[in-house]
């Protein structure tokens, strides 16, 4: 087989519209492959890296790929990952409604967890195993660093495992060697944005090295009611970090590559009713990483990467609750039958209720609460005590969801309910259980991974060759609120990817990864495809593909609770307790999320044109969803949602002469929702459940943008429209980011503007997620040199 230079290969991917990838970076991040000989050309052939883990022209690729590259990021403008993705077909942007986190959903999935894609930094995965979630502000990478992001959209857990259940977003970083100098950036707008950004790369013999440091903060949402700017919807935030890069070449055919960070930030979330203060987000993270690769001979390369990674978030609050609700036993009771403690509560309410003077009094509750404890109650006579009185089941119905007649309930939960109203007995009646007794909250995790892979690439003929590889990683969680200590889970994988010439035209990729884990069954999720070279830079795919993800540390094992210390006199004599409502591990057994993908596309690539098109048809079938939030108050979490969803996508690139390019992605979703078993929930929950997960789709979807580049300064004009969003809602944006840049010697400053213009007065995903003004912008101004 005739094998290509170094220089030629740099001369192909610098053609893919990126910035100048230095041969260090090519050693570095594009070194597993090299193109065979009938696909050298003349023209830029596209190539990527993400969806195999083998270095391919996009023709040959077996899965649908978004790639966007460092100079479209410049030109958009946007100041976070979130707001990137939503110029990637099928994506939205959304946010969740209770840790003020933004969420990215690919078709479908619950805006308030972001837990079925996976999110890799130069092969890093930054998903969170201990909550089950992607928290964006919690990744250290500024979008000045970033040389490229490929989204694979599509089940990929046969390259990356569980987790990357609907996409895989591979975001890598520029070499050092690419950066070198001082880069200085600040941006300042409306809605408190406030952002800061320095970086210094340098070289030093063979070694070259950078630091960047970044601060963002901004004010969030208004809230619905926000009037002349007041802000009274708690989501500011405020974040930074410091990353260093160390590349070092050991010797002509290894490189040894190292990174680390250390994070800071604080998030707002908003105040439940009975907290005196809200319990703000304080995070702390870190990461170190290190990858070293060997080019045995051009037929073979190999690499051994390892990292470890921690994060600290915790949360304080003074809080006032009921005393009842902190009383050991009902924390007991709750754990054997969860309807009946919240029934035992809302009874204690009436407390110290008078009778009253018609029909529908309250029957003599003193009586009931000793009755209880007496064990001559039985729960039948309990019942129909309460549901023959209207005002008492009309409290029940609102309250809880549910009958009196409902209450499913043994003598002894009666009897244990009896012990606890008796504890607030004092000597003359029960007026001490609307008692109220203060205290502090808090809530802390701290959670790490070590992870240790490797991987091989062997080109075994001209027309065959394959990835395999195996890892360990071992997620680990620390916190007494959700899990009452520490608990931890090991994941062991397997995993290969072949492609095989079968002939000239047509192209053969057939993979899979086989998961062993502690806390989940074992999982094996392959992945076929064929692709027909119409020509070498047009083809026609047919994929298959299966994906599992897995319930995480907090969905399949929590010993959630909340402590409540410092507590002022109450009738318990309690100075620290836990609240009653809580989880254990015997409250969920839950099966992996299942997912099969059948995909047909198309991907041409017209020089003469420099025109660059994607398009897909798709069905996919969604099992054993977990659609329910992971939160003190859900009774049950269960794996039995079903899911289909069918649709079409399409994205082109056009470079229309030196000074224009033009991008444009639309997506069609048709998805439909099967709930499993509801008969325990109330009415309002199986609502709310049917639409979580359509909640952030949109049924149309389209977003164009043009890019002019003038001598010294440039304009881009980009115009989001989601019709059916939320399944009612129509959300059209457009946005304008300018540039003028100078030259000084050395120093080359540079001054922009950006605002984003809202055309619908509708919110996001939830109803106060929206800004008192539909013009948002912020100035940005910079430095290199």
């Not at 495809?529 to 094992?557: K, T």
Request: proline share 3%; hydrophobic share 35%; glycine share 6%.
């Amino acid at each position: 087989m005739t094998q290509i230079t170094m220089s030629k290969i740099s001369r192909i991917i610098s053609l893919c519209g990126a910035l100048l990838v230095s041969d260090a970076l090519l050693a570095d991040e594009y070194d597993d492959f090299e193109l065979d000989a009938p696909f050298v050309l003349d023209d830029d052939i596209p190539v990527v890296l993400t969806a195999s883990r083998l270095k391919q022209p996009r023709a040959e690729v077996p899965a649908s790929v978004t790639v966007i590259e460092a100079a479209q990021i410049a030109a958009w403008g946007v100041r976070t990952l979130p707001e990137l993705m939503r110029f990637v077909p099928g994506m939205s942007m959304g946010h969740g409604d209770d840790e003020n986190n933004a969420s990215i959903a690919y078709h479908a999935s619950n805006p308030s967890i972001m837990r079925r894609l996976q999110v890799l930094v130069d092969g890093r995965s930054v998903f969170k195993a201990g909550i089950a979630s992607v928290v964006w502000d919690d990744i250290p990478v500024a979008m000045e660093d970033i040389l490229r992001i490929e989204v694979t959209r599509g089940p990929n857990a046969a390259s990356y495992g569980a987790n990357s259940f609907l996409g895989v977003i591979n975001i890598v970083t520029k070499h050092p060697g690419d950066t070198l100098g001082t880069r200085v950036r600040y941006r300042n707008g409306n809605n408190g944005v406030d952002d800061a950004f320095v970086s210094y790369s340098g070289e030093s013999n063979q070694n070259s090295y950078r630091i960047s440091a970044q601060i963002r903060a901004d004010d969030g949402y208004d809230g619905r009611d926000a009037r002349n700017g007041d802000d009274d919807y708690r989501d500011s935030k405020r974040h930074g970090f410091i990353t260093a890069y160390f590349n070092r070449p050991v010797d002509s055919t290894t490189q040894l590559n190292m990174q680390a960070s250390l994070k800071q930030g604080h998030t707002d979330i908003r105040r439940e009713s009975s907290e005196l203060d809200p319990p703000d987000q304080e995070t702390r993270q870190g990461y170190l990483w290190t990858r070293l690769r060997k080019e045995f001979s051009t037929d073979h390369s190999s690499h051994l990467q390892a990292y470890w990674q921690v994060d600290n978030r915790k949360q304080l609050s003074a809080a006032c609750l009921p005393t009842i609700s902190l009383d050991p036993g009902l924390f007991a009771l709750y754990q054997n039958n969860p309807q009946w403690a919240n029934a035992v509560v809302l009874l204690s309410y009436l407390a110290d209720r008078p009778e009253d003077s018609n029909s529908n009094s309250i029957p003599d509750i003193q009586e009931l609460y000793a009755g209880m404890g007496s064990g001559l109650l039985t729960p039948q006579a309990l019942k129909q005590t309460l549901g023959d009185n209207a005002l008492i089941k009309k409290s029940f119905i609102k309250e809880l969801g549910f009958s009196p007649e409902d209450l499913d309930i043994t003598q002894e939960q009666l009897n244990s309910a009896g012990d606890i109203y008796q504890n607030g007995f004092n000597g003359n009646d029960f007026s001490q259980l609307k008692d109220i007794t203060c205290g502090d909250t808090r809530r802390e995790m701290r959670e790490e991974r070590y992870d240790i892979e490797w991987q091989d690439t062997v080109q075994w003929s001209d027309t065959f060759r394959t990835v395999s590889g195996a890892s360990f990683r071992r997620d680990q969680v620390d916190s007494e609120t959700y899990f009452n200590g520490k608990v931890h889970n090991d994941t062991y994988r397997l995993f290969a990817n072949a492609e095989w010439r079968m002939t000239s035209y047509l192209l053969l990729n057939a993979g899979g990864m086989y998961e062993m884990e502690d806390t989940n069954d074992n999982a094996f999720s392959p992945r076929v495809a064929l692709n027909l070279l119409l020509a070498p830079q047009h083809s026609i795919r047919l994929v298959y593909s299966e994906a599992v993800r897995s319930p995480d540390l907090l969905e399949q094992d929590p010993e959630y609770s909340i402590r409540v210390s410092g507590l002022t006199a109450n009738y318990l004599n309690l100075g620290s307790s836990r609240l009653y409502v809580n989880q254990t591990p015997d409250s969920h057994d839950l099966k992996h999320e299942k997912i099969a993908s059948t995909e047909i596309g198309y991907y041409g690539k017209f020089s003469d044109l420099n025109l660059e098109m994607d398009v897909k048809v798709y069905q996919d079938k969604l099992t054993q969803l977990i659609s329910d939030n992971i939160a003190l108050k859900s009774l049950s979490v269960e794996s039995d949602t079903k899911m289909n969803v069918n649709g079409a996508e399409m994205q082109l690139q056009w470079q229309a002469d030196s000074h224009n390019w033009f991008w444009m992605t639309a997506a069609y979703i048709d998805a439909d929702v099967t709930l499993g078993d509801t008969s325990e929930l109330t009415e309002e929950e199986r609502q709310s459940l049917s639409v979580v997960e359509l909640r952030q789709t949109a049924k149309d979807n389209l977003v164009m943008s043009w890019h002019h580049q003038g001598e010294d300064w440039s304009l881009t004009a980009s115009h989001f429209w989601l019709d059916a969003y939320g399944g009612k809602r129509r959300y059209r944006r457009y946005e304008i980011n300018t540039r003028k840049t100078w030259s000084i010697g050395s120093y080359h400053p540079w001054a922009g503007f950006f605002v984003q213009h809202l055309i619908d007065d509708n919110s996001l995903t939830y109803a106060d997620q929206r800004y008192s003004t539909r013009d948002l912008y912020y100035f940005q101004v910079g430095l290199d040199f």
